[in-house]
């Protein structure tokens, strides 16, 4: 069976810090991998989402960037973190096939002081 | 930007009524799917719905598709206070050849016993 591994699940990092937040799936090839921004009581965010090893598309603007070093894994790095970028991040991944569903890891929440 | 948005944004309901979410989005979609996020967790998928399907049942829940209005439904029937949580709905649009799964902001739902 498959399943999606996102940590760590909290973290508090100072201002100017950098950061890594590591997301790995098992079960499954070449699968889409999405990372998510979501604010306090707000939606979901797409920030970056890979079609495959090495290929990232950036959804917005920022001060974050992504990797796909590894078919099953997704990266989510910053050099320096701003507290704008606190917030509840979310990796996932799917099929990349028409009517499939998503699967989520159980999310890290990132505290910028 | 987001494609889904969820109306409305909060909802509180009894032990027993039924809750209605709606869902509107702007682009033509290739399936439409809704998600159960319990506070500070990941996504849970609840259901899909095709772009040709115009309704569709799953235990308690019941989803709508109304290409022509670009808007979706979620229906959940004698609702138990386990049911509170936020729900979102999601749209798949198409990349070239790949898919991409974009959330709207969810609806809070509150049930109270």
């Known amino acids: 069976s498959q399943t999606i591994h996102q940590w760590p699940a909290t973290l508090v990092q100072p201002v100017g810090s950098p950061l890594s937040l590591e997301c790995t799936v098992e079960?499954?090839?070449?699968?889409?991998l999405y990372w998510y921004r979501q604010a306090a009581g707000r939606g979901l965010q797409l920030l970056f989402y890979?079609?495959?090893?090495?290929?990232i598309s950036s959804e917005v603007p920022q001060n974050l960037s992504a990797s796909r070093p590894q078919d099953r894994q997704f990266i989510l790095s910053s050099k320096k973190l701003l507290l704008s970028d606190s917030g509840f991040y979310l990796c996932a991944w799917d099929r990349g096939l028409l009517n499939t569903e998503a699967f989520f890891g159980q999310g890290t929440r990132l505290t910028v002081v | 930007s987001q494609q889904g948005e969820e109306d409305p944004q909060a909802l509180s309901i009894q032990e027993g009524e039924n809750a209605t979410m709606n869902c509107s989005y702007k682009?033509?979609?290739?399936?439409l799917q809704w998600y159960r996020q319990n506070s500070g967790r990941g996504l849970v998928h609840l259901i899909l719905i095709r772009s040709n399907e115009r309704e569709k049942h799953s235990g308690r829940l019941r989803v709508t598709l109304d290409t022509s209005k670009k808007s979706s439904s979620l229906l959940i029937t004698a609702s138990r206070a386990a049911d509170t949580a936020s729900y979102f709905c999601?749209?798949?649009?198409?990349?070239?050849?790949?898919?991409?799964?974009?959330f709207g902001k969810g609806t809070l739902l509150t049930v109270n016993p």
């Open positions: 999601a749209t798949v649009l198409r990349r070239g050849s790949n898919y991409k799964l974009t």
């Open positions: 079960g499954t090839s070449n699968p889409n």
């Open positions: 682009t033509s979609i290739n399936n």
């Open positions: 890979s079609v495959g090893i090495g290929q």
